[in-house]
């Protein structure tokens, strides 16, 4: 039988984005308030269709541009500014996930350093970063006083997904100096696993482990005393993807 499209129904593709960064010592993800329908006036994630000239890596990319200013780079290139560890995280397909037609979404992962305040672009009135466990709320208030919806569609699900994806990944991957600039210290990384996990790290114990790791961690031979105090030895991402021993998540 030869192919007849007529006989299978339209549908779009999307890419969501979650975006995440470590903001006054919290995972934050980044939110974008809908200005049109469906769910106009919910916080949601960002995103939007894939245009009919890109594929699914260049429209995240695209939108991460749009959304943050940030610019997608090779995770197992050196670190550099202005740029985020980009990567798909999973595809949701639900035939009711959105009441304008068939779309199946394409999400993909950002991560990046502590990040300005984001501007809204698109069809969002508004973008803000918020710490994902407001964002995964589903009553009562946020920070700010205002009352907590869930996010639009299924980007609850996919926020959810893309955080423990996060907090998986830095258990046996470098992935957690992708939330730090390039020249970093032990006491900013440590920072960023007990935000990412949402536990506190016995400082001295961390460092033994992170240090002792091979090719976690490269001295630059810099100090630093942005931290206050005495100066602190600067580090930055050594050539290791994974870790070995690997840094297991405290259980709680």
């Not at 980009?86 to 992962?109: C, F, I, N, W």
Request: hydrophobic share 40%; proline share 10%; charged share 20%.
């Amino acid at each position: 039988m030869p192919y007849d499209p007529s006989a299978f129904p339209p549908f779009a593709v999307t890419v969501d984005l979650v975006v995440l960064t470590v903001r006054r010592h919290a995972l934050c993800a980044l939110a974008v308030r809908r200005g049109e329908p469906p769910f106009q006036g919910r916080w949601a994630l960002p995103g939007g269709f894939v245009r009919a000239d890109e594929d699914l890596s260049q429209a995240a990319a695209r939108e991460l541009v749009e959304e943050t200013g940030l610019r997608a780079h090779d995770p197992a290139a050196p670190a550099q500014d202005n740029g985020a560890h980009l990567e798909q995280l999973a595809t949701y397909g639900d035939p009711k996930r959105d009441p304008r037609m068939r779309v199946v979404s394409v999400a993909h992962l950002a991560l990046a350093p502590d990040l300005p305040a984001p501007r809204a672009g698109g069809d969002a009135s508004n973008a803000r970063w918020a710490p994902v466990e407001e964002l995964l709320q589903q009553g009562g208030y946020g920070r700010d006083g205002e009352p907590v919806a869930p996010l639009a569609f299924d980007h609850a699900q996919i926020l959810a997904d893309g955080v423990e994806r996060a907090r998986s990944k830095i258990e046996y991957s470098s992935l957690a100096t992708a939330f730090c600039p390039p020249e970093f210290t032990v006491g900013e990384l440590r920072r960023v696993y007990e935000a990412v996990w949402a536990v506190a790290l016995d400082p001295r114990n961390f460092h033994r482990k992170v240090t002792g790791t091979p090719g976690f961690l490269v001295p630059t031979g810099g100090t630093t005393t942005r931290q206050g105090g005495r100066p602190a030895q600067l580090f930055r991402a050594g050539g290791a993807t994974l870790l070995n021993p690997p840094m297991l998540r405290p259980e709680v």
